[in-house]
C-alpha cells in the first residue's frame, strides 16, 4: 500500500459536477488500496473574482487582507469535496493549511513553505481517512495566515507529497500534460511523456503555466515523481523526474515564450565597479525579479545597463530606481516596451555545441530581429518584438524538430 498525493487545480473543481469528477479520481486511487491526500485550489477563477473585490474596497488593499480573503476560496473547496466523499461512504476529512501544519515565512502575498508539521494528516491516514488540504496557504510563526503566490497549491502538494514521503504527486489540471510549446498558439506542439526536472524548472519559469516554478523546485530538490495529467481524460500524463530519456536526434525538449517584457537602460551610470551591483541589489530588495541584464561602454566611457523585467514590474522599478538615483549614480533611464521571450529549453544542449547559434540563425532567415540573449546550460532565450513572438515560436518548433514525434530512446538526460 501507497501513499498518493493528488492535487485538483481550479479548472477541474470548477462546478459541483467538476468537483464530483475530481472525488471519483481520489475514490479510484483509495480503492486501488492507497492512502490518499488531496489538495485543491480555490473552484474555477474564484480567487480572481475575489481579488477584483478587494481592489473595489482599496486601491491599495492590505496584503495581510488580502490573504485572509484569498485563503477562503480554497476552503470552499476542501468542505464540498469532503462532503462528496463522505456522501460516497469514504471516511474523509478537510484541513485547512495551518491545521495541516503548512508553516512559511512571516510574508503575506508569497511567502515560502519553510516546514510541514504532517503530525495531524498522518493521524488522518492512520484513521483511515481521505485527508483533503486547502492549497496555496499557510500559517507563519506569528500565527498570521499567509499564501503562497498565485499559482502556489502545486507548491502545497508537492511540499506535503515530500513531507509525508509520498509515492507519487500527481497534478490534475486541465490539459494532458506537459507539451513540446504552448497547443493553443504552436499548432504542431505534442505532448510529452516525461520531462526531466531541471528542464521543467526552466519551462515553467518561462511561463509554461501548467506548473508553480516552486513546485518543481520542491519536488526536484526532494525526489518526489510528479504527473501533469488530465482530470476529465483518462490518458496518461506527463511525468517529471530525475533522468529522461531523449527523443532520438532531438536536443532541444520544448519552447517557451512569455509576452509583455519589458527592457529598461539605466543610462550614464558612474561607478564602473559598484553600480551594477548597488542597482541590482537596489532592485532584489524591492522584489524586482530581473532576467536578461547586458552592460555596455559607450564611446566616452560612461557606462549603460540594460535588463529585462515582466511589465507588472515597470512601475516599481521606475519608482524605485529613480527615488535612488543620487545614491545610485545615474543620469537616466529609459524603457522599451512590446517586446516578447522565446525559448527553448532541453537538456541535450550540454553535450551539443552550436544550440544558440542555429536558434539565432533560424530566427534571422526568417526576419526575426533578436533584442537582447541569455543563455543557460539547458536554456537559450532571446527577446523579440511581441508582434514576432508565436512566428519565432513555430520557426524554432520546426527548426528543432520538434513538430514530429520521434522514436524514444532510452539515455540518461544528464
Ligand atoms: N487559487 C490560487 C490561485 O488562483 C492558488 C492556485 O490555484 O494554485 O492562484
Ligand atoms: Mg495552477
Request: hydrophobic share 40%; glycine share 8%; proline share 2%.
Amino acid at each position: 500500500m501507497g501513499l498518493i498525493v493528488q492535487k485538483f487545480g481550479g479548472t477541474s473543481v470548477g462546478d459541483m459536477e467538476r468537483i464530483k469528477n475530481a472525488a471519483l479520481r481520489v475514490i479510484e486511487e483509495k480503492n486501488r488500496g492507497n492512502d490518499v491526500v488531496v489538495v485543491v485550489s480555490a473552484m474555477g477563477k474564484t480567487t480572481d473574482g475575489l481579488v477584483d473585490l478587494a481592489y473595489q474596497a482599496s486601491a491599495k488593499p492590505s496584503k495581510r487582507e488580502m490573504d485572509m480573503l484569498l485563503t477562503t476560496g480554497e476552503q470552499i473547496t476542501i468542505s464540498l469535496l469532503t462532503m462528496v466523499l463522505l456522501e460516497s461512504g469514504y471516511n474523509a476529512v478537510s484541513m485547512t493549511g495551518w491545521q495541516a501544519g503548512i508553516e512559511t515565512e512571516d510574508i503575506h502575498g508569497n511567502a515560502r513553505i519553510t516546514n510541514i508539521n504532517s503530525d495531524r494528516v498522518q493521524q488522518n491516514l492512520r484513521d483511515n481517512r481521505i485527508v483533503v488540504v486547502a492549497g496555496f496557504q499557510g500559517m507563519a510563526e506569528s500565527r498570521e495566515i499567509t499564501t503562497l503566490g498565485r499559482g502556489g497549491s502545486d507548491t502545497t502538494a508537492v511540499a506535503l507529497a515530500a513531507a509525508l514521503n509520498a509515492d507519487r504527486c500527481d497534478i490534475y489540471t486541465d490539459v494532458n500534460g506537459v507539451y513540446t510549446s504552448d497547443p493553443r498558439y504552436v499548432k504542431n506542439a505534442r505532448k510529452l511523456s516525461s520531462v526531466a526536472y531541471d528542464e521543467m524548472l526552466e519551462l515553467a519559469n518561462l511561463g509554461a503555466g501548467v506548473l508553480h516554478p516552486r513546485a518543481v523546485e520542491f519536488a526536484k530538490n526532494h525526489g518526489v515523481p510528479l504527473v501533469v495529467r488530465s482530470s476529465m481524460e483518462k490518458q496518461e500524463g506527463t511525468m517529471i523526474e530525475e533522468e529522461v530519456s531523449m527523443e532520438t536526434g532531438l536536443i532541444v525538449r520544448g519552447v517557451a515564450f512569455e509576452e509583455e517584457i519589458i527592457r529598461m537602460t539605466v543610462i550614464g551610470l558612474e561607478n564602473e565597479i559598484t553600480g551594477l551591483s548597488s542597482i541590482f541589489t537596489t532592485l532584489a530588495k524591492n522584489h524586482i525579479n530581473v532576467d536578461i541584464i547586458i552592460q555596455s561602454k559607450t564611446e566616452t566611457g560612461s557606462i549603460n545597463l540594460s535588463f529585462s523585467i515582466k511589465r507588472e514590474s515597470l512601475e516599481d522599478a521606475v519608482e524605485v530606481l529613480q527615488n535612488n538615483r543620487g545614491q545610485l549614480g545615474f543620469s537616466s533611464i529609459e524603457h522599451e516596451s512590446g517586446l516578447a521571450k522565446v525559448s527553448i529549453v532541453g537538456s541535450g544542449m550540454i553535450s551539443n555545441p552550436g544550440v544558440a547559434a542555429q536558434m539565432f540563425e533560424a530566427l534571422a532567415n526568417n526576419q526575426i530581429p533578436i533584442k537582447m540573449v541569455s543563455t543557460s546550460e539547458i536554456k537559450v532565450s532571446a527577446v523579440v518584438d511581441e508582434a514576432k513572438m508565436l512566428k519565432a515560436a513555430e520557426v524554432l518548433h520546426t527548426e528543432f524538430n520538434l513538430d514530429k514525434a520521434q522514436e524514444p530512446q532510452k539515455v540518461s538526460a544528464k
